[in-house]
């Protein structure tokens, strides 16, 4: 549908104007002179000229009074300015109002609104259960009562035998959350804590060690696949960002009364984002597929493209950087892990020697390839052109056990015994932390893994299309992966009701004008507890300058920079398919989730293969979109990383919700009894009004100052004529009295007058003329003036034949005059001497 300005509009409107404008100044005098007739009065005549000439058929016609030729300079010239400035007036009637928009603009001040509530009615939206009050809850392993919870053992003397049970109370006590809930707060209201991270579905576990006899336990299950959507996509309680990765905890909602033309407004809102970074192994896996496409892919084969050939002959150092917050370095991490599997499958292969500081020989030529067809197509792994893979151990492509030693029936001597264990190693080198790593702020989360591309075709074939026997090749890549939390500043735009209204404008890393500002980001440390028992509580405490903070008697490690990475390990224990930590008789999914999106990100595997988590299928084997996706994604290291990152992302939007949002309670706290419930349970009314500054948008009438052009020049115009007619009216050049003069000397009927009935004077005003000799009917044609009707022609005849035609004077003419009812006949010797004493006056 086109869509018209209201300028544009009023330009039509004008341009339409003009054009009835100029039919009826045409077409109207065309009527009049139908019911004219050659006989009227002389004011008839002075009326009817103006009427005529007024219009554009002088122009038209080119009468008389549209010639140019032999007239006075100042006449013509002025003529010509005026027809021009018409015409320059036209345009500008036509051109200035299409420079008029209308302009939906934020007002330059903020107001202040009750927000409510807003259901989603996505696939999120459905599937998210009613918030629970249940209490947050922790677990430390073992006989190990967690920070501020007790443990009551009880032990019984049966005969020699101790018998000895043990009772916890596993619920994080209110002093240990305010800290945290308090913190973010006080740094912006809208910054969620982690108390207000929920589980989105989740079930009632058993705990018979705990006090309460049960704790609420995560039961996920994925609702909706976001992977191929782009932006950042509001669903119930969360913003998912799906072009960078990463999750901001909100709990949606809007101005009760939404303003008519919208509202603007910022938040900062915690985000927790992975952050992954990839590099080249330089080796493919290629294969061709079957000529019938049926049965597994054939030649399968492991291709140098220099990761052997030109592998370093120098180890790089093995020593990680420490899993602090200052520096991860993922690239050198990710470089690591590749250079050391190289050199271990060079091993494997006997294709170089086994001292790894100083290696002499590489019996590989770029290009060689290695025939893996016979231990790669397991149940665990599995190569093709549907699919793409991720796998925490590395050298997996070669199918070892934990017990592989030398001389094995693959084909390959392996004389150096290589086996599983030795490429697990390389998994915890590069995540730099592991279950045994104690539980505190420099104990980042780093996760490392082999990632299968998308395979490409190589003889020049669309990607797209599996034809019988077709080549392909799958690029490897070595990946490292950490989990940060961040605050970012979020501007929220809402134009109607309802969640599809509520837009994100912008979302952008929180700036800080100085170090004061930065938040202070707190980490509890667990003394002497390992990450494989107990995970430390994280949040935002305040901003760097916050004094004061009451921590104790808790152990809380402080740091202020604009990110925190979050504590946690990913090692091989998860290859085993063995829960990374204790989550019995826990709730507390801020510290749980990320860790397990990540152990999924780091896993992808096809539907039904061994390691399949139940997830959604991310592999891209059931959908095709998906896996072109992958292709454009996998096809260079740069964008290989935002694989993991968006995986991540989606398995922790289907995992988790938030529950802050402006004017809604939180029930994070797990103490309150304020819940709140979906939509159709109740909307929040009962929680706490807050007022939200916002910035109202208002309708604007603008302008393009373009279309003005022929505006100012007759603006300019005006002025110069204003300024003229000023000076020569102060110098009694003009004014009315002359106009008057002009107007009556140029009027048709006063001439005619004047030269049938001169006795009855000249000077007269308008109403004493007409008194006098105005309502006199004259006929006037185009070859003669009579009054009353009575022609004479032969007088002018014969005056024109005694003077030349240009030198005739006005008196000079066939004239007749009233008298009575009679007309009476002028000798033409008496108009010969009229004719000389007007001559002889106009001399004088």
Same mark, same amino acid.
């Given at each position: 549908?086109?869509?018209?300005?209201?300028?544009?509009?009023?330009?039509?409107?004008?341009?339409?104007?003009?054009?009835?404008?100029?039919?009826?100044?045409?077409?109207?005098?065309?009527?009049?002179?139908?019911?004219?007739?050659?006989?009227?009065?002389?004011?008839?005549?002075?009326?009817?000229?103006?009427?005529?000439?007024?219009?554009?058929?002088?122009?038209?016609?080119?009468?008389?009074?549209?010639?140019?030729?032999?007239?006075?300079?100042?006449?013509?010239?002025?003529?010509?300015?005026?027809?021009?400035?018409?015409?320059?007036?036209?345009?500008?009637?036509?051109?200035?109002?299409?420079?008029?928009?209308?302009?939906?603009?934020?007002?330059?001040?903020?107001?202040?609104?009750?927000?409510?509530?807003?259901?989603?009615?996505?696939?999120?939206?459905?599937?998210?259960?009613?918030?629970?009050?249940?209490?947050?809850?922790?677990?430390?392993?073992?006989?190990?009562?967690?920070?501020?919870?007790?443990?009551?053992?009880?032990?019984?003397?049966?005969?020699?035998?101790?018998?000895?049970?043990?009772?916890?109370?596993?619920?994080?006590?209110?002093?240990?959350?305010?800290?945290?809930?308090?913190?973010?707060?006080?740094?912006?209201?809208?910054?969620?804590?982690?108390?207000?991270?929920?589980?989105?579905?989740?079930?009632?576990?058993?705990?018979?060690?705990?006090?309460?006899?049960?704790?609420?336990?995560?039961?996920?299950?994925?609702?909706?696949?976001?992977?191929?959507?782009?932006?950042?996509?509001?669903?119930?309680?969360? #913003?998912?960002?799906? &072009? @960078? +990765? /990463?999750?901001?905890?909100?709990? %949606? $909602? *809007? =101005?009760?009364?939404?303003? !008519?033309?919208?509202?603007?407004?910022?938040?900062?809102?915690?985000?927790?984002?992975?952050?992954?970074?990839?590099?080249?192994?330089?080796?493919?896996?290629?294969?061709?597929?079957?000529?019938?496409?049926?049965?597994?892919?054939?030649? #399968?084969?492991?291709? &140098? @493209? +220099? /990761?052997?050939?030109?592998?370093? %002959? $120098? *180890? =790089?150092?093995?020593?990680? !950087?420490?899993?602090?917050?200052?520096?991860?370095?993922?690239?050198?991490?990710?470089?690591?892990?590749?250079?050391?599997?190289?050199?271990?499958?060079?091993?494997?292969?006997?294709?170089?020697?086994?001292?790894?500081?100083?290696?002499?020989?590489?019996?590989?030529?770029? +290009?060689?390839?290695?025939?893996?067809?016979?231990?790669?197509?397991?149940?665990?792994?599995?190569?093709?052109?549907?699919?793409?893979?991720?796998?925490?151990?590395?050298?997996?492509?070669?199918?070892?056990?934990?017990?592989?030693?030398?001389?094995?029936?693959?084909?390959?001597?392996?004389?150096?015994?290589?086996?599983?264990?030795?490429?697990?190693?390389?998994?915890?080198?590069?995540?730099?932390?592991?279950?045994?790593?104690?539980?505190?702020?420099?104990?980042?989360?780093?996760?490392?893994?082999?990632?299968?591309?998308?395979?490409?075709?190589?003889?020049?074939?669309?990607?797209?299309?599996?034809?019988?026997?077709?080549?392909?090749?799958?690029?490897?890549?070595?990946?490292?992966?950490?989990?940060?939390?961040?605050?970012?500043?979020?501007?929220?735009?809402?134009?109607?009701?309802?969640?599809?209204?509520?837009?994100?404008?912008?979302?952008?890393?929180?700036?800080?004008?100085?170090?004061?500002?930065?938040?202070?980001?707190?980490?509890?440390?667990?003394?002497?507890?390992?990450?494989?028992?107990?995970?430390?509580?994280?949040?935002?405490?305040?901003?760097?300058?916050?004094?004061?903070?009451?921590?104790?008697?808790?152990?809380?490690?402080?740091?202020?920079?604009?990110?925190?990475?979050?504590?946690?390990?990913?090692?091989?224990?998860?290859?085993?398919?063995?829960?990374?930590?204790?989550?019995?008789?826990?709730?507390?999914?801020?510290?749980?989730?990320?860790?397990?999106?990540?152990?999924?990100?780091?896993?992808?595997?096809?539907?039904?293969?061994?390691?399949?988590?139940?997830?959604?299928?991310?592999?891209?084997?059931?959908?095709?979109?998906?896996?072109?996706?992958?292709?454009?994604?996998?096809?260079?290291?740069?964008?290989?990383?935002?694989?993991?990152?968006?995986?991540?992302?989606?398995?922790?939007?289907?995992?988790?919700?938030?529950?802050?949002?402006?004017?809604?309670?939180?029930?994070?706290?797990?103490?309150?009894?304020?819940?709140?419930?979906?939509?159709?349970?109740?909307?929040?009314?009962?929680?706490?009004?807050?007022?939200?500054?916002?910035?109202?948008?208002?309708?604007?009438?603008?302008?393009?100052?373009?279309?003005?052009?022929?505006?100012?020049?007759?603006?300019?115009?005006?002025?110069?004529?204003?300024?003229?007619?000023?000076?020569?009216?102060?110098?009694?050049?003009?004014?009315?009295?002359?106009?008057?003069?002009?107007?009556?000397?140029?009027?048709?009927?006063?001439?005619?007058?004047?030269?049938?009935?001169?006795?009855?004077?000249?000077?007269?005003?308008?109403?004493?003329?007409?008194?006098?000799?105005?309502?006199?009917?004259?006929?006037?044609?185009?070859?003669?003036?009579?009054?009353?009707?009575?022609?004479?022609?032969?007088?002018?005849?014969?005056?024109?034949?005694?003077?030349?035609?240009?030198?005739?004077?006005?008196?000079?003419?066939?004239?007749?005059?009233?008298?009575?009812?009679?007309?009476?006949?002028?000798?033409?010797?008496?108009?010969?001497?009229?004719?000389?004493?007007?001559?002889?006056?106009?001399?004088?």
């Amino acid at each position: 549908m086109l869509q018209i300005s209201v300028g544009e509009v009023s330009g039509i409107i004008a341009a339409a104007v003009f054009a009835v404008q100029l039919f009826l100044s045409l077409a109207i005098p065309g009527v009049l002179i139908a019911f004219i007739s050659e006989e009227n009065s002389l004011v008839t005549w002075s009326v009817l000229g103006r009427f005529l000439h007024s219009s554009y058929w002088p122009s038209i016609l080119s009468t008389d009074t549209a010639a140019t030729t032999g007239v006075q300079r100042h006449v013509n010239t002025i003529g010509w300015f005026q027809t021009g400035a018409l015409l320059l007036l036209t345009i500008a009637s036509v051109a200035t109002p299409l420079g008029l928009y209308d302009s939906i603009e934020p007002s330059k001040s903020q107001t202040k609104t009750l927000f409510s509530y807003i259901p989603d009615d996505s696939p999120f939206g459905y599937g998210t259960p009613p918030r629970s009050d249940t209490p947050f809850s922790r677990n430390c392993g073992g006989d190990v009562a967690c920070p501020g919870s007790t443990l009551n053992q009880t032990c019984n003397q049966a005969g020699s035998l101790q018998i000895c049970t043990s009772e916890y109370n596993r619920t994080v006590p209110e002093t240990l959350s305010a800290i945290y809930k308090n913190g973010a707060t006080s740094f912006n209201p809208s910054v969620s804590s982690i108390f207000d991270i929920q589980w989105r579905t989740y079930k009632n576990g058993t705990d018979t060690s705990g006090a309460e006899g049960w704790s609420l336990q995560s039961a996920y299950r994925q609702l909706s696949l976001l992977i191929l959507d782009e932006g950042v996509k509001l669903v119930e309680g969360l #913003l998912v960002d799906m &072009d @960078r +990765g /990463g999750i901001g905890f909100r709990n %949606h $909602t *809007a =101005p009760q009364q939404p303003p !008519p033309y919208g509202s603007t407004w910022d938040e900062d809102i915690l985000f927790i984002e992975p952050e992954t970074q990839c590099v080249s192994l330089n080796l493919t896996v290629d294969f061709q597929l079957p000529m019938d496409n049926t049965g597994s892919v054939r030649n #399968l084969r492991l291709t &140098d @493209r +220099g /990761g052997f050939s030109a592998l370093s %002959h $120098t *180890a =790089p150092s093995l020593d990680m !950087p420490p899993n602090g917050q200052l520096n991860l370095d993922l690239k050198e991490r990710a470089y690591k892990a590749a250079w050391l599997n190289n050199f271990l499958t060079l091993k494997y292969f006997n294709a170089t020697d086994s001292d790894l500081s100083n290696i002499s020989r590489i019996d590989v030529a770029e +290009g060689t390839a290695f025939p893996i067809t016979a231990f790669s197509q397991s149940a665990s792994v599995q190569f093709g052109e549907d699919i793409i893979r991720s796998n925490t151990e590395f050298g997996d492509y070669l199918n070892l056990t934990n017990t592989a030693s030398r001389n094995q029936s693959n084909g390959y001597a392996n004389p150096f015994g290589i086996n599983a264990r030795n490429f697990s190693a390389i998994t915890n080198l590069c995540a730099g932390s592991s279950g045994s790593s104690l539980a505190n702020i420099n104990s980042s989360i780093v996760g490392c893994c082999l990632l299968y591309g998308a395979a490409n075709r190589t003889d020049g074939g669309s990607r797209l299309i599996t034809d019988p026997g077709s080549p392909w090749s799958i690029p490897i890549y070595s990946c490292a992966s950490t989990i940060k939390a961040t605050i970012r500043t979020v501007t929220f735009q809402y134009n109607a009701t309802g969640i599809e209204a509520l837009k994100i404008k912008a979302t952008k890393p929180k700036t800080y004008q100085d170090s004061k500002s930065l938040p202070l980001w707190g980490v509890e440390d667990l003394q002497s507890l390992r990450l494989g028992n107990a995970q430390p509580l994280w949040g935002v405490l305040g901003t760097s300058n916050s004094t004061n903070i009451p921590t104790a008697p808790y152990n809380i490690s402080k740091i202020s920079q604009e990110s925190l990475y979050l504590p946690g390990f990913q090692d091989q224990f998860f290859n085993d398919g063995l829960q990374p930590v204790p989550i019995t008789g826990q709730n507390l999914p801020g510290v749980e989730f990320y860790y397990q999106a990540l152990a999924s990100a780091l896993r992808i595997n096809r539907p039904g293969a061994v390691g399949y988590q139940g997830f959604a299928d991310y592999s891209g084997k059931t959908s095709f979109a998906l896996y072109a996706k992958w292709q454009n994604l996998s096809s260079s290291v740069d964008s290989t990383s935002k694989i993991l990152d968006l995986v991540w992302t989606d398995v922790a939007a289907n995992a988790v919700v938030g529950t802050k949002g402006w004017g809604l309670s939180s029930v994070a706290s797990g103490h309150s009894k304020t819940i709140l419930k979906r939509a159709s349970e109740g909307n929040g009314d009962d929680a706490p009004q807050s007022q939200v500054p916002i910035t109202i948008y208002e309708k604007r009438i603008r302008y393009r100052i373009l279309y003005a052009i022929p505006a100012f020049i007759i603006a300019a115009i005006t002025v110069a004529v204003i300024c003229t007619v000023s000076v020569l009216a102060i110098m009694g050049r003009t004014g009315l009295k002359q106009m008057r003069k002009f107007l009556d000397a140029a009027s048709a009927g006063r001439i005619v007058g004047r030269l049938l009935w001169p006795e009855k004077g000249t000077g007269k005003g308008t109403k004493d003329w007409i008194e006098a000799v105005g309502t006199r009917r004259v006929t006037i044609t185009s070859t003669s003036i009579s009054a009353e009707g009575e022609s004479l022609m032969d007088g002018a005849e014969e005056i024109t034949s005694g003077h030349g035609k240009d030198n005739l004077s006005v008196s000079e003419v066939v004239v007749a005059r009233h008298a009575g009812s009679e007309v009476e006949g002028i000798e033409m010797e008496d108009v010969r001497e009229a004719t000389r004493e007007d001559q002889q006056g106009r001399r004088a």
